[in-house]
């Protein structure tokens, strides 16, 4: 069957290992916090119970999307569109289209922002395969208002981040949400993974510093992936009881 990604595709080799998705997601978490739909995550109070495994049923569905035949990837488009409809329904209104283009978007970013981080630079023709990729979902679910290269998003994702992100309560309490499910030391790694990866404006609304502890170790940390000995790293790193889940996002050899 036609697979809904390339096989050749940077998008797979992004998606395919584990700690590339959980930078990705190390990101999203300090946008989603800043966002100024993100009432729409606490309505069903999944997210503020549970953020670590709401993490891990996103990852699911990115890689269901990523890694399927086109048939199997539409299906799962789908099915998170009729989600979203339950949950509009249940509430009585319309989840805004610029809050679904935010979530997009921060998934294009964070794809682009971790693999460069771990990897190495992308090119201008990987950035716009990213982004085709990310379009066609878009464009499934029926978002309006979106750019149709990479090109053309980036002024568009700066408008977005002017316009649809501050300060709230919510803010305070989703990363108080992170601190109590991670526990002090893996949340301030968490802090600082984030540091690395966000856009300098964004780092600014929630006042991070300048430079992270990590990015001296994020050499070493690359070292130790090649000698294949970033096992025990993630183990120390990670809640134990997502060790296994971990492990089974790793689909691209390193």
Do not use: C
């Amino acid at each position: 069957m036609t697979p809904y990604v390339h096989t050749d595709s940077v998008v797979r080799k992004i998606w395919g290992k584990s700690d590339t998705i959980l930078f990705i997601f190390s990101g999203a978490a300090a946008e989603f916090a800043l966002n100024k739909a993100v009432d729409w995550l606490y309505f069903t109070g999944r997210l503020p119970a549970d953020p670590i495994g709401r993490l891990f049923s996103t990852v699911s569905y990115a890689r269901q999307i990523v890694f399927a035949s086109k048939e199997e990837a539409e299906k799962a488009i789908d099915k998170i569109t009729s989600i979203h409809s339950a949950v509009e329904k249940g509430r009585g209104a319309k989840i805004p289209d610029w809050a679904y283009r935010d979530v997009l978007f921060m998934l294009i970013h964070y794809s682009i922002a971790a693999y460069e981080l771990l990897e190495k630079r992308l090119s201008a023709q990987e950035k716009e395969d990213i982004y085709e990729v990310f379009l066609r979902i878009g464009l499934r679910m029926n978002i309006p208002g979106l750019p149709t290269t990479y090109t053309q998003w980036l002024p568009v994702r700066e408008a977005h981040i002017k316009n649809d992100l501050m300060l709230s309560r919510y803010t305070d309490d989703l990363f108080l949400q992170y601190r109590k499910h991670l526990g002090s030391f893996r949340y301030k790694v968490l802090r600082e993974a984030q540091v690395l990866v966000v856009p300098k404006n964004i780092a600014q609304i929630l006042h991070f510093k300048k430079i992270s502890l990590l990015f001296a170790v994020v050499p070493l940390y690359k070292a130790a992936r090649w000698l294949k000995l970033d096992g025990p790293i993630k183990r120390l790193l990670l809640p134990s009881g997502y060790i296994k889940q971990i492990k089974d996002l790793d689909v691209v050899p390193y």
